[in-house]
């Protein structure tokens, strides 16, 4: 039937083609579309929830607004400007500054969701070390809540590094099993070190298990402190977890024993047992709140987009222009040039402002149709 079709002059629909036709029809803006494509990518109650707040117009209307209360004002500018030999002054400066401050303080707080948008959209990476035989492999298959890394008590049974997704409240964690970390006995365990090491380079959390059992509070310290320093430039930013593990073991053990200033504290401690699941649920609730602080913020508008970040960073800083030009007293024209750049990156991330080569390598990343 589609060959049929085809004869007849009929032509397969281009990638993302009907969402292109939508924008280009004016039926939802350029960065709705996006929405579109981050939808059917979602993996996630929260990246499908963010998807759909975008495309159904929240983030855009915020955006628009802000772009009608510059565009008001620069109307006042520019008219300025043709009755420059009169020397009058339409738009008044004091209200000017005041309100790009104001446009600022919306911008800055789009711009610091950023951080929790690439959470919700792309997942947490979070990887799993320590030494061998420290219940890294049992610790994952309990937050899994299924037998998913093989566990034996040789030490260096994972050689290799296993991936599988938690989902927590909503948020995707991409939980990260690697080989122990010690001086390698053959060349197939150095292999799965050197794989750790580059997986701690891309991780936003890093759990560090130690076995409370057999490692003193002095080694556990030498441990931790010769993994920061052989991975520091590597986990820069990460956040870390350290788990106590094996608390069945030794159920006297004080959590206290193991603090040290700057290194292990109360704050990003947590006992365990993984192989009798005590204290999984508090873990993951640890996780979520690691990434997650202000929970209220996943009601409010959330930056998920780097192209939209990096519009709003430069519309930002040309506000910033303005700013500076109102308090060395500059000429309106100079300040409607600054203005005009805060609106054409504004209107960059709703496609008021577009070229065809942007818009072919938006809509080059959907499915066939769409």
Same mark, same amino acid.
């Given at each position: 039937? %589609?060959?049929?079709?085809?004869?007849?002059?009929?032509?397969?629909?281009? *990638?993302?083609?009907?969402?292109? *036709?939508?924008?280009?029809?004016?039926?939802?803006?350029?960065?709705?579309?996006?929405?579109?494509?981050?939808?059917?990518?979602?993996?996630?109650?929260?990246?499908?929830?963010?998807?759909?707040?975008?495309?159904?117009?929240?983030?855009?209307?915020?955006? /628009? !607004?802000?772009? $009608?209360?510059?565009?008001?004002?620069?109307?006042? %500018? +520019?008219?300025?400007?043709?009755?420059?030999?009169?020397?009058? !002054?339409?738009?008044?400066? @004091?209200?000017?500054?005041?309100?790009?401050?104001?446009? @600022? /303080?919306?911008?800055?707080?789009?711009?610091?969701?950023?951080?929790?948008?690439?959470?919700?959209?792309?997942?947490?990476? #979070?990887?799993?070390?320590?030494?061998?035989?420290?219940?890294?492999?049992?610790?994952?298959?309990?937050?899994?809540?299924? +037998?998913?890394?093989?566990?034996?008590?040789?030490?260096?049974? =994972?050689?290799? #590094?296993? !991936?599988? $997704?938690?989902?927590?409240?909503?948020?995707?964690?991409?939980?990260?099993?690697?080989?122990?970390?010690?001086?390698? @006995?053959?060349?197939?365990?150095?292999?799965?070190?050197?794989?750790?090491?580059?997986?701690?380079? $891309? &991780?936003?959390?890093?759990?560090?298990?130690?076995?409370?059992?057999?490692?003193?509070?002095?080694?556990?310290? /030498?441990?931790?402190?010769?993994?920061?320093?052989?991975?520091?430039?590597? =986990?820069?930013?990460?956040?870390?977890?350290?788990?106590?593990?094996?608390?069945?073991?030794?159920?006297?053990?004080?959590?206290?024993?193991?603090? /040290?200033?700057?290194?292990?504290?109360? +704050?990003?401690?947590?006992?365990?047992?993984?192989?009798?699941?005590?204290?999984?649920?508090?873990?993951?609730?640890?996780?979520?709140?690691?990434?997650?602080?202000?929970? &209220?913020?996943?009601?409010?508008?959330?930056?998920?987009?780097?192209?939209?970040?990096?519009?709003?960073?430069?519309?930002?800083?040309?506000?910033?222009?303005?700013?500076?030009?109102?308090?060395?007293?500059?000429?309106?024209?100079?300040?409607?040039?600054?203005?005009? $750049?805060?609106?054409?990156?504004?209107?960059?991330?709703?496609? !008021?402002?577009?070229?065809?080569?942007?818009?072919? &390598?938006?809509?080059?990343?959907?499915?066939?149709?769409?």
């Amino acid at each position: 039937i %589609i060959q049929l079709f085809l004869r007849q002059g009929v032509r397969h629909a281009d *990638r993302g083609e009907f969402t292109l *036709r939508a924008f280009l029809n004016g039926q939802m803006d350029l960065s709705q579309a996006e929405a579109v494509a981050d939808l059917i990518a979602s993996d996630s109650e929260a990246s499908h929830d963010l998807a759909l707040q975008q495309m159904r117009g929240g983030f855009s209307d915020q955006i /628009k !607004e802000l772009r $009608q209360e510059l565009i008001d004002f620069a109307s006042l %500018i +520019e008219l300025e400007l043709d009755f420059g030999e009169e020397d009058v !002054e339409f738009a008044d400066r @004091q209200r000017l500054e005041d309100l790009v401050q104001q446009i @600022q /303080k919306v911008i800055k707080a789009l711009l610091d969701s950023f951080h929790l948008g690439n959470v919700i959209k792309h997942g947490v990476s #979070t990887v799993i070390a320590g030494r061998p035989n420290a219940g890294k492999s049992t610790l994952l298959n309990a937050l899994l809540n299924e +037998e998913r890394a093989i566990v034996s008590e040789i030490a260096g049974t =994972t050689r290799d #590094t296993i !991936e599988e $997704q938690l989902n927590i409240n909503g948020i995707q964690f991409r939980l990260i099993d690697t080989a122990g970390i010690r001086k390698a @006995q053959d060349s197939i365990e150095q292999i799965g070190v050197e794989r750790t090491i580059e997986k701690i380079a $891309q &991780s936003t959390v890093v759990i560090y298990v130690f076995d409370v059992w057999n490692v003193r509070p002095e080694e556990l310290w /030498k441990d931790v402190e010769d993994f920061l320093e052989e991975s520091m430039v590597l =986990t820069k930013g990460s956040k870390h977890l350290f788990i106590a593990n094996k608390m069945d073991l030794n159920p006297y053990t004080e959590p206290s024993d193991y603090y /040290k200033e700057g290194l292990i504290s109360k +704050e990003n401690l947590i006992t365990a047992s993984a192989l009798n699941r005590m204290n999984i649920d508090y873990i993951k609730d640890k996780l979520y709140e690691m990434v997650i602080k202000d929970p &209220s913020m996943m009601d409010q508008t959330i930056v998920s987009n780097s192209r939209h970040y990096d519009a709003l960073h430069k519309s930002y800083e040309a506000l910033d222009a303005v700013l500076s030009g109102l308090t060395s007293g500059i000429t309106g024209d100079f300040i409607a040039m600054d203005i005009r $750049q805060a609106l054409h990156h504004l209107g960059e991330i709703t496609g !008021e402002i577009s070229t065809d080569d942007l818009l072919d &390598s938006i809509f080059s990343r959907f499915c066939i149709g769409k």
